[in-house]
């Protein structure tokens, strides 16, 4: 059964640094055979995606919110995704959830619709 489990989360003040990882389990086809992303719903809103990795790590897009604060990176031996988040603000509290689709090869999509497998999530929360 294809798992995936993020970690990371917690409690920082605005303008503090947090790094999120989500480990693969029990896919049938390899690690890099999946475009990756993280995608965050904060409390009374909808779930937005904030960035996705290729299948090689090669093409990374992220929201607006978050370009040139947070990093998107994994590691296919280790079938590890992480992002790391810097100078982060109040509003990027929310649940981040990690998520992968088969690569169709072109790239990545922050459309959470494009994506099949999801984990539970992990509580962000920063305060002001």
């Known amino acids: 059964q294809e798992l995936l489990v993020e970690s990371g989360g917690g409690l920082v003040q605005a303008g503090e640094s947090l790094t999120l990882s989500c480990t693969a389990s029990?896919?049938?086809?390899?690690?890099?055979?999946?475009?990756m992303g993280w995608f965050r719903q904060a409390p009374g809103k909808e779930r937005e995606g904030v960035s996705c990795?290729?299948?090689?790590?090669?093409?990374?897009h992220y929201s607006e919110f978050v370009k040139d604060r947070f990093t998107i990176s994994r590691d296919n031996d280790k079938e590890t995704l992480s992002l790391q988040m810097t100078s982060l603000k109040f509003e990027d509290t929310a649940i981040y959830y990690c998520a992968a689709t088969p690569s169709n090869g072109v790239g990545c999509t922050l459309d959470g619709k494009d994506f099949e497998y999801w984990g539970q999530g992990t509580q962000v929360t920063v305060s002001s």
């Open positions: 990795i290729s299948w090689s790590g090669a093409t990374t």
């Open positions: 029990g896919f049938v086809a390899s690690f890099d055979d999946y475009a």
